[in-house]
Structures are given as structure tokens and as C-alpha cells.
Nanobody, 128 residues
Framework: QLQLVESGGGLVQPGGSLRLSCAASGFTLDYSAIGWFRQAPGKERQGVSCISHSNNKTVYSNSVKGRFTTSRDNAKNMVYLQMNSLEPEDTAVYYC?????????????????????WGKGTLVTVSS
């Protein structure tokens, strides 16, 4: 069974940090660009970051650039999202996904060629 499983979400105070993990089972992430998305209550899902499979090129949305960092460890079949300086506006369910193509130049285009696998998400709540 092909699946992605996110972990690492939770409750954190503004200004705090969390690291999300995305684990793949049943397939290898080596040849996939991996995107992180988030969906806040009452809002549409939006792209947050992307990491390519070939040269580890990364792309970030303007709202998280400079605060979030995505990385991958192909040996462990894992992708990570390090989130620093968290703000209440970052509260959302975070999803990882494998893209059908490579990372686009803008995160808003991450679903343009399709998503092959979605995780079920992990909730991040930023609140004092």
C-alpha cells in the first residue's frame, strides 16, 4: 500500500518551532518532488514548500519564506519541514504530497500537473 504519513504537529506558542516529518511506505521518494501544503479552517488548501528530487531545489510561499525550511533524507525515505518563528496564522492541517512533476517556480502551481499521493495531514496549532 502506497502511503505518506505526516507527524510532528502539535500546539506551540507564537515564536516557537516545530519540525514536521513525512514518511513514505510502499514506495521510494527518491524520484519524486515533495510538496508541503496546509489548510486552515474555512480556507482552501495552499502550497507551502516544495523540494525537488534531482538537485534538492526548494521553493517556498512568500508567507513562510525565511521561516520554514524543507529537506529530505532519501536514505530514510523521509522529508521534513522545519518551521521557525511560528505565527497564529500558521495554524492549519499540514499535508505532504508527491508531485507528478518537478517543483514549479511558484508554490501556487504545485498541483498544476497533479498530485500522485497525499498524506492524511497533521494539525499545527499556534496559540498562546
Amino acid at each position: 500500500q502506497l502511503q505518506l504519513v505526516e507527524s510532528g504537529g502539535g500546539l506551540v506558542q507564537p515564536g516557537g518551532s516545530l519540525r514536521l516529518s513525512c514518511a513514505a511506505s510502499g514506495f521510494t521518494l527518491d524520484y519524486s518532488a515533495i510538496g508541503w501544503f496546509r489548510q486552515a479552517p474555512g480556507k482552501e488548501r495552499q502550497g507551502v514548500s516544495c523540494i525537488s528530487h534531482s538537485n534538492n531545489k526548494t521553493v517556498y510561499s512568500n508567507s513562510v519564506k525565511g521561516r520554514f525550511t524543507t529537506s529530505r533524507d532519501n536514505a530514510k525515505n523521509m522529508v521534513y519541514l522545519q518551521m521557525n518563528s511560528l505565527e497564529p496564522e500558521d495554524t492549519a492541517v499540514y499535508y505532504c504530497a508527491t508531485l507528478r512533476g518537478d517543483c514549479p517556480y511558484r508554490t501556487s502551481l504545485m498541483t498544476y500537473f497533479g498530485i500522485t499521493t497525499w498524506g492524511k495531514g497533521t494539525l499545527v496549532t499556534v496559540s498562546s
